[in-house]
């Protein structure tokens, strides 16, 4: 029994034939004397002789295929691969050797810097400071601050206009009758006269924009006077200068010129 | 093909491989030449589908063409290169046919063909046995199924089937025992009424 045992997972490999002599011998043996083994080597050959049935069949396949063509094809499909995946690994290859080991470090100390330095901006640009020892090239201001900053020009603006005005209208007011004809003509009235016009077509935005009423209104009469006298300047009679003298004296120019003049300067920044 | 390639009697394999290695395209028709029939009657054998078959003959070479500066000069080429086809057959059986087998093969169907046996149909039928048997190979499991197919339809001798699978020749027979012995099992019903 215990024969069996042993020669049984044998009996397959006795079969085919594929057994050294001496296990062969010694099943050949047990086989004459154990008609139960005897019985299990032709159950198992039956199963193999039905097995061979699909052998025709797979000998009939492999017959039919075109042997001849088949390694063209497939070293052009393979060859084809390759070209693909050489080109793969090359670039792999390029990625490794600037990804490997031996430049971590220097990664390392970069990516360290690179989150040091944008620390230290962070910080710097928070507190409003730039680093000690070194002066800064670019200001950075505000909206509001460049508002302020125009507000003020456009007072001063207003501030010399009116100043200008003022001694060009009292020069005139003290200018005797029978003169002012020729104080117009003249070349420093006519020069100052046309900048102030011109000064004032600039203006008018501004006062505008900065809603300066009043400096608006003061700016336009005396803005008025001056066109007309420097249209009239070569016409002008005696008496019509001292006209015009006399009205300037009683609507008070010059004394309104002082007053909003004094309000600016009050409310100057 | 016989004028493109050269003889494999005359050019060591080796040297060969050496060549296809180096991109060589003769050395790799060569090749492919020599073991071609042996991929494919070991993947036909092993599937029983001619497509599956010559996928796996492609596949085959195109990872023999990618490893070829893995092979060990002192193995045998054919055995190498066996391994290789046996790989990719028992990674198509898993992804692919492992379910379909499981759906489609069983019991029954061997059952019903003796079924019809008994009706007094055509009994005995060449067809038949070959159906049954077809249907007891794919019942086996992936191993003893892979490791009859190499002795029985490739006539491998054991040394070389425990070589290509990397296991003890004694294991390979061992498995091939259990292997024709679950077909027995199986094929019992129907063997029954022939003997």
């Known amino acids: ?42 159950e198992l050959k039956e199963v193999l002789l039905c097995a061979d049935t699909l052998k025709k069949d797979i000998e009939e396949t492999v017959e039919s295929e075109d042997w001849e063509a088949l390694p063209s094809r497939i070293a052009n499909h393979v060859f084809a691969q390759t070209k693909n995946h050489l080109k793969e690994n090359k670039f792999k290859r390029f990625l490794n050797s600037i990804f490997t080991v031996k430049l971590a470090p220097v990664y390392a100390a970069l990516l360290a810097g ?73 070349d420093f009235v006519e020069a100052k006269t046309s900048e102030l016009l011109s000064k004032k077509k600039y203006m008018n935005q501004q006062l505008d924009k900065y809603h300066m009423a009043k400096a608006k209104a003061i700016c336009d009469q005396i803005e008025m006077l001056l066109r007309e006298l420097a249209r009239m300047s070569r016409d002008l009679t005696p008496a019509e200068g001292a006209r015009i003298q006399e009205l300037i004296e009683q609507r008070q120019l010059l004394l309104k010129i002082n007053i909003i003049k004094k309000e600016i300067q009050q409310s100057e920044v | 093909m016989q004028g493109q390639t050269i003889s494999a009697d005359i050019h ?162 061992s498995l091939n025992f259990k292997a024709v012995n679950k077909m027995r099992n199986l094929m019992n019903p129907y063997l029954g009424r022939q003997l």
Request: proline share 2%; net charge positive.
């Open chain 1, 1 to 42: 029994m215990n024969d069996c045992k042993n020669i049984k997972k044998d009996l397959v490999a006795y079969i085919y034939n594929d057994i050294d002599e001496k296990k062969k011998s010694l099943i050949q043996k047990h086989l004459r004397s154990c008609p139960e083994c005897r019985r299990e080597v032709e």
């Open chain 1, 114 to 186: 690179i989150v040091i330095g944008g620390v230290v901006t962070f910080m710097l640009l928070q507190s409003g400071k730039s680093p000690e020892g070194t002066s800064p090239t670019r200001f950075m201001v505000s909206k509001e601050f460049i508002e302020t900053m125009d507000v003020e020009m456009a007072r001063r603006e207003t501030l010399d206009y009116l100043e200008q005005s003022k001694y060009l209208l009292l020069d005139f007011v003290q200018t005797p009758p029978e003169k002012a004809a020729q104080y117009w003509r003249s």
């Open chain 2, 12 to 173: 060591n394999i080796s040297v060969l491989a050496e060549r296809a290695k180096h991109g060589d395209r003769e050395a790799f028709m060569t090749i492919t030449n020599m073991y071609q029939k042996n991929i494919f009657q070991l993947a036909y054998s092993f599937f029983q589908n001619r497509e599956d078959a010559l996928d796996i003959v492609q596949d085959t070479f195109l990872r023999v063409y990618k490893k070829l500066h893995h092979y060990e000069k002192d193995r045998s080429f054919k055995n190498w290169i066996l391994q290789i086809a046996k790989n990719l057959c028992i990674d198509r059986y898993r992804k692919n046919h492992k379910k379909h087998d499981q759906k489609s093969i069983g019991g029954t169907e061997i059952e019903e063909i003796h079924l019809t046996d008994e009706k007094g149909t055509e009994r005995n039928s060449n067809t038949d046995i070959k159906r049954i048997v077809s249907k007891c190979l794919k019942e086996l499991p992936e191993r003893q199924r892979m490791i009859f197919v190499m002795k029985h339809y490739n006539d491998l001798k054991y040394k070389d089937i425990a070589e290509t699978l990397g296991i003890a020749v004694g294991t390979v027979k």
